[in-house]
Every structure is written in structure tokens, then in C-alpha cells.
């Protein structure tokens, strides 16, 4: 650590802020520049592919960001400031504009502090303790360019801040790999089904070729009732994939709290379906669980129609959402989509569907828990060689034996 000195931020780079782009310019064009927003933060740093807002409209030429531009968010919408602060590299495979309330990093004194390593620096304790210790607002966290200025940290020479950033990004080059083999796979299952289902009427209701069940939360005034070991799944769990498969949850109950809940363990191998507030987004339960209020659950009396019922779920969002009511938030009723009619084949078209798709499923599936394992490698090494705890070279030896 001899060599590491203390830099403060606002000393060597300048937070610009984005551009209020005028409402009436948003559309869902996919040919369209996409706005960035405070949703594509990955709670743990990092670009994350999220339900895209384009624009459509002239804004200034400034406002388009390039790939590779380091920016950081300056607003959380959780009480908790989940992803307030946290960087994110922007990627090559779109047009991306600058957005208000997202941050673009630009630095001023290449030869003090590296880009990419401030990228990890920006994910480290410290650093996020300052930002939400300095952060205003309850409901929606704000920070601001002069906040994170006033940060000090202990940084190495230039020369090893690019080493250590060597290191971690090999680990990121391959979960975004991963995340792009993923996304395909599933793309393509998606295309093979639109294909399969031209022609088929509805014959059935989803109420007659499935168990359709809910679920609920236990009281959170009984301690005994949580911290156990039954996953509980809760929306957030979900619209934070990237892929619909969820491993874990964030919140455990107890036994005592699934049977004093109106939630089942739901089995492995479960459609979850978000229905309110954000309806419509979807996970297979890859252990066994239960979920809050805040789902439909739907499991085919025979389980080679699973898959079937799952892409055609997933296709069918807009009329679920015609379907919804609600004041305060759209809710669509279990009772309601029970009602509606499914378009499913005769058995041995949605079983020759299944041994199709399945592959496709199981290799994403691989893809992503692969880059689970090494985000916790990634997140592990991260604080050692940010604090100079852990050698570059002794990290470029666990990280060549995973990539």
C-alpha cells in the first residue's frame, strides 16, 4: 500500500448531467435511440438490459453517448438507494442518449486515475457508503456531481489501476458473454413458438389446462416468520433478471411463515408471473417456492405443456394488460385470467414443441448461472484489489482458471 495515494474525486473528473428529452417524444421503436435510464444500473454495478424508452424527436448532438463511456446514476426510485451512485459502461450494440438524472464521467487527469478503474472503484463499500450517506430524498434518492467530488479514495498509480481493471473486466467480458448467449437462446425460443402458434384457435381455458394459484405475505410483525429457509419470492425478484430464471430469493420465511401465509411451496419448474402494478413479467421457479400476493402461478395439469404455456403467456402481456383494473395500481385478477382462453395444440405438437425448446432453455439457463458464480468471484476479488489486499497477479491467476 506504500504506493497508493489519496485522491479526491472531484480533483480529477467532472460529472456532466444529462438532458431532459420532452415526454411527448418517447416511444417503443426499437429502430430509435434508447433513452438510458436509472433501471439499466445492475444493483451491482454494471450495464443491465431493461424494458427500452426510445425517442423520437431532435435533441442536442452532445446528448448521444458513445460505447464505452463511463456513467453513473444519479437517482434510485428504492428507499434503500439499491443502484444510486453505481456505474455502468455503456454498451455497442445501440444508440444510447444521455438521459437526465444519469451521470457521464469524464475525466480530467488520465495520468492520476483510469477510467475503467473507476468503474470498480464506483462499486466498492466505501464509495457507497459516502453516496448514500450524502444522499438526499426518502421515497427517491438523489445524489449529485458535488457529492461524489467530495470523496476521497486510496488509489494505486495509473499503471496498476489498469492492471487491476484488467483483471475484473476479463470476468465482466465474460458475464456479459453469457448474458448475450442468454438473451438469444431465449430470443429464439420466443421466434420458435410465434411460429408454432400461427393458425391455433382457443379451444380451453387456463383455468382447465392448468393449476392457476396466488400467493401472499406472512405477518411481518412475527419475527419467527422470516430468515428461514423457504425461498419467497417477491416481484423486484423477478423484473431484475435478465433471463427468466430464478435461482433464489431475497427474502427467506420460515416454516411457520409459509403456512401462515396464503402462499403454497410452489414446484420447482412454476410459471411466475408478476400481475400488478408491473404485469407481465416472467420466471421459471428453479427451486421450489413461494411468492407474495404479487403473482399468478400457473403449472399445466400435463408438464410437457409447461413450455407451451410459458411462451404463450409471455406472448400474450398486452391482452393481459387490457384485462387489468385498479385505482391505485393495474392488477390483473386470478379469476380473470383463469377466464381466458389458451391457444394450445393437440399433445403431441406441444411435446415435440418441449424436446425442441428445452435445449435452447437449459443452455441459457447454464449461460446464466455460470456468470452468477463468476459475479461472486468478481465481487470477491473486487474490495482485495481495491484495497490493494490481493496482488494483481495472484487475481490473474484464480480468474484464468474461470475464463
Known amino acids: 500500500m506504500s504506493e497508493w495515494s489519496r485522491v479526491r474525486l472531484g480533483d480529477v473528473l467532472m460529472i456532466k448531467h444529462g438532458y431532459a428529452f420532452p415526454g411527448e417524444g418517447f416511444v417503443e421503436d426499437q429502430n430509435l435511440p434508447t433513452l438510458v435510464t436509472p433501471g439499466n444500473f445492475a444493483r451491482t454495478g454494471g450495464f443491465k438490459a431493461a424494458k427500452t424508452k426510445t425517442f423520437r424527436g431532435d435533441f ?8 464505452g463511456d463511463l456513467i453513473v446514476s444519479m437517482t434510485d426510485l ?123 384457435q382457443p ?79 416472467f420466471a421459471i421457479a428453479q427451486v421450489p417456492m413461494a411468492v407474495n400476493q404479487g403473482f399468478i402461478v400457473v403449472n399445466a395439469h400435463d408438464p410437457e405443456a409447461q413450455w407451451w404455456l410459458f411462451h404463450e ?26 377466464a381466458l382462453q389458451v391457444r394450445l395444440p393437440d399433445p403431441p405438437a406441444y411435446k415435440d414443441f418441449a424436446a425442441t425448446i428445452d435445449p435452447l432453455h437449459e443452455r441459457a439457463r447454464a449461460a446464466s448461472r455460470e456468470s452468477s458464480e463468476l459475479a461472486t468471484i468478481r465481487d470477491t476479488l473486487l474490495p482485495q484489489l481495491m484495497s490493494g489486499k490481493i496482488r494483481v497477479r495472484d487475481a490473474v491467476r484464480v480468474v484464468e482458471g474461470v475464463v
Request: glycine share 6%.
Open 203 to 281: 379451444s380451453q381455458t387456463f383455468a382447465e389446462v392448468a393449476v392457476v394459484k396466488g400467493g401472499g405475505t406472512p405477518s411481518t410483525k412475527v419475527e419467527e416468520y422470516w430468515s428461514g429457509s423457504v425461498h419467497w419470492a417477491t416481484p423486484t425478484d423477478v423484473t431484475n433478471l435478465s433471463v427468466p430464471y430464478l435461482e433464489s430469493t431475497g427474502r427467506l420465511i420460515t416454516d411457520d411463515g409459509l403456512a401462515a401465509c396464503a402462499s403454497e411451496l410452489h414446484p420447482e419448474g412454476s410459471i411466475l408471473m408478476t400481475s400488478r402494478a408491473t404485469i407481465g413479467a
Open 60 to 67: 442536442p448532438a452532445e446528448y448521444c453517448l458513445q460505447a
Open 78 to 200: 428504492s428507499k434503500e438507494g439499491a443502484t444510486l451512485g453505481l456505474p455502468a459502461i455503456v454498451p455497442d450494440d445501440r444508440v444510447y442518449l444521455h438521459n437526465q438524472r444519469i451521470g457521464l464521467v469524464q475525466v480530467m487527469n488520465p495520468q492520476r486515475v483510469d477510467r475503467t478503474f473507476l468503474n470498480y472503484l464506483f462499486r466498492t463499500d466505501k464509495y457507497r457508503a459516502h453516496v448514500l450517506g450524502t444522499a438526499s430524498g426518502s421515497t427517491v434518492r438523489h445524489t449529485s456531481p458535488s457529492r461524489i467530488y467530495d470523496y476521497v479514495a486510496e488509489v494505486p498509480n495509473v499503471h496498476k489501476q489498469r492492471a487491476i481493471a484488467e483483471v475484473l473486466r476479463a470476468l465482466d467480458d465474460k458475464v456479459a458473454a453469457n448474458a448475450r448467449l442468454a438473451s438469444t437462446a431465449v430470443e429464439l425460443a420466443d421466434s420458435l413458438f410465434a411460429m408454432r402458434v400461427r393458425g391455433i
Open 313 to 338: 403467456m409471455r406472448s400474450r402481456v398486452p391482452e393481459f394488460l387490457s384485462h387489468a383494473n385498479g385505482a391505485t395500481f393495474l392488477e390483473l385478477s386470478r379469476g380473470r385470467f383463469k
